[in-house]
Structures are given as C-alpha cells and as structure tokens.
C-alpha cells in the first residue's frame, strides 16, 4: 500500500515508519507542513494519507479539505487520546477523513499502541481494494408501557458532519430513539457524543449493555464489538461475525432489528466507504420499514449510499437536509 505521512514531529514520524516498514507498506513521501504536503500531493497521489491532528500552524480538519479539494483521497487521522483533541477528530471527520487511530508511543524500547495502528492500517487496505474510493425503561429493568419508535441510522466517512445535520432538526420531546452506529474507534466515541451535543436539543449517550431504547433519546454505539437488540429489547454487543472488518458493523445492528424488533419503524444509511448497512437496510425494507439512504450530491463518499442505491433498499433517496423533514414526516404524521 502506498502511503504518504504528514507530521511535524521527529519521533513521531519515525516510529511511523518503524511501524509501517514492519507490514511491508510503501511510504512514498512524508511532509511537516499543509503547504509541502500539497505539493507533493499534486505531484505523487498515495492510496492513503496519515495525518497527526495537528501540524505547524495547520489541523487535519484544514489538511483533509484542501487535499480533497484536488483529489478524493483516504485520510486517517493521528491523535491523542486527551478530550482536547476530540472536537478538532470529528472535524476532521466531517470534511472527509476515513477513521482516527491513537499515536504509537515509545515506552522503552517497545512501541505502545503499534499493534491497533496496524490493525487500522490492515483494515483500511482491505476496505479501499474492496472498494473504490470516490470522494425502553419506564422502571428498573422494564421496558415502557408506550412503545418506542426506532430511527436506526448507520454512517461511516462523513458520517459526523451528516448527523450533525439531521440532529440539529430534530425537536425536543421527538417520541421517537434514534440510534447511531457510526464507524469509529470506541475510544473516540466519548467525543463524538460532546461534540454532536453542540447540534442537537435531545440528551445523546453512549450505548450500555441492558439498557432499552427510549423515545426522546439519541444513543450512540461506543465499542469496536457489533451493536444488536436481543430478543428482550435490550442493546447488547458481540463479537461476532468476526470477519466484518467494519467494526460496529451497521449491517450487524439491522440484521439484529429485522430479527428481533416486532415493528416497522425507519432505518437510514448515510455517506460512507464501502457497503456496509446496504444488505440490512434492504432486508428491513422488505419487513415493511420506511428505508432513507443520502444521496450522491451531499455524501462526502458515495459508498454506503450508493450501494443502497443499486440493491433498491432505499425508498427515499435524499440530499441530507432533506432527511431531518423525511424523519419528522414519518414520526409525526
């Protein structure tokens, strides 16, 4: 795979390079600031971009964008893990950047975190050669009397960005759940959750095993296991299937809704590399769910989307401002 490296940090940069020689990948060019990595890009366009969060007087956010702008390229971004850091992923994330993965360190002689970065990395490569890249409880432990309605929503690359949309038009007291699975380490989900706070007026919070989905919420998947909803209603996460590299899998958590939820609520898929959520999405439009998918114009990567597209899984295909009025016209009518 060949790689290009943006980082303005000299032990950083060689620690990258330590590790990506142990898997045999080509680094093509590394920059330390936005104005060289441009052009080299012009010049030399790699498979994937590493950035750290910040370089010099530039962020990721800047560095996705402006890359994007020449050409549609992967990007994944390096951070630490501090709260800091968290607001300036996702932006990142909404211009395009593919996923985050914590910097290696050195603590001695050993690289701390080097294997999850190589598993990212491994991960992300079999993602792009798969794909072409083009840009309820009313008391303890009892589910409500009042039935829960179900927004499923599954988002990947762009995906924040997207969300943040349709949240910021959704009411408060809105009588139904709307539950996320968006591709993304689980480490940075605490982030994710302030960060879509700034847009939306219902209380977002991460998915806990046991808990039931209630109206007026917004819950968010926050491990690297697959969401589903059992046989009780309650969110539980698994493992398995262990070779979906998509981790928490959409297509997972649909299955698990088209197995187990006796209603027929609304399940969305957003902008996204790949095809994850397109095969659940059309199984649950066949059991009678109203199905959304974004269209082309407004996904940062028409991936996901698309595929719902061509396997005629989604009955409405619409730009992402358009997709809050779909939700309110279907909950609220």
């Known amino acids: 795979m060949n790689i290009a490296i943006i980082n303005d940090s000299v032990q950083e940069l060689l620690i990258l390079q330590k590790c990506l020689k142990d898997m045999n990948s080509n680094i093509i060019w590394t920059a330390t600031s936005i104005n060289e990595s441009l052009a080299k890009f012009q010049n030399s366009k790699p498979e994937l971009v590493i950035t750290s969060l910040k370089v010099k007087n530039s962020d990721a956010a ?3 964008k402006e890359l994007n702008k020449i050409s549609p390229i992967p990007v994944l971004v390096l951070a ?4 800091r850091s968290q607001a300036k992923v996702f932006e990142a994330m909404s211009f395009g950047a593919l996923d985050v993965v914590k910097v290696p360190i ?3 002689d050993i690289i701390l975190g080097k294997d999850e ?3 990212k990395i491994d991960t992300l490569s079999k993602l792009l050669h798969y794909h072409e890249f083009t ?3 009313a008391t303890a432990n009892s589910p409500s009397l009042k039935r829960t309605k179900i927004i499923a929503i599954g988002s990947s690359t762009g995906g924040p960005k997207a969300l943040s949309i349709i949240l910021s038009n959704i009411p408060t007291d809105f009588p139904s759940a709307l539950i ?3 591709h993304v380490d689980a480490q940075f989900t605490y982030g994710l959750v302030d960060w879509l706070k700034n847009y939306s007026r219902l209380p977002i919070q991460l998915i806990k095993e046991g808990d039931y989905p209630l109206n007026g919420k917004i819950y968010i998947a926050h491990t690297n296991d697959h969401l589903v909803i059992n046989k009780k209603g309650e969110f539980e996460y698994t493992h398995n299937p262990i070779h979906i590299h998509y981790r928490p899998s959409v297509d997972v958590f649909f299955e698990s809704l088209k197995n187990v939820w006796q209603y027929n609520d609304i399940a969305i898929l957003l902008t996204g590399m790949g095809a994850d959520g397109a095969k659940g999405l059309l199984e649950l439009r066949k059991k009678g769910w109203h199905t959304i998918a974004q269209d082309e114009s407004t996904s940062t990567v028409y991936g996901m989307p698309k595929a719902a ?4 899984s989604a009955i409405e295909i619409l730009p992402i401002q358009k997709i809050s009025d779909a939700i309110l016209k279907q909950v609220l009518n």
């Open 309 to 312: 597209a061509e396997n005629n």
């Open 180 to 182: 996320i699975v968006q």
């Open 135 to 137: 840009g309820n409880k």
């Open 80 to 83: 630490h893990d501090n709260e």
């Open 117 to 119: 970065f190589l598993k």
């Open 106 to 108: 050195y603590d001695g």
């Open 62 to 64: 800047v560095i996705t």
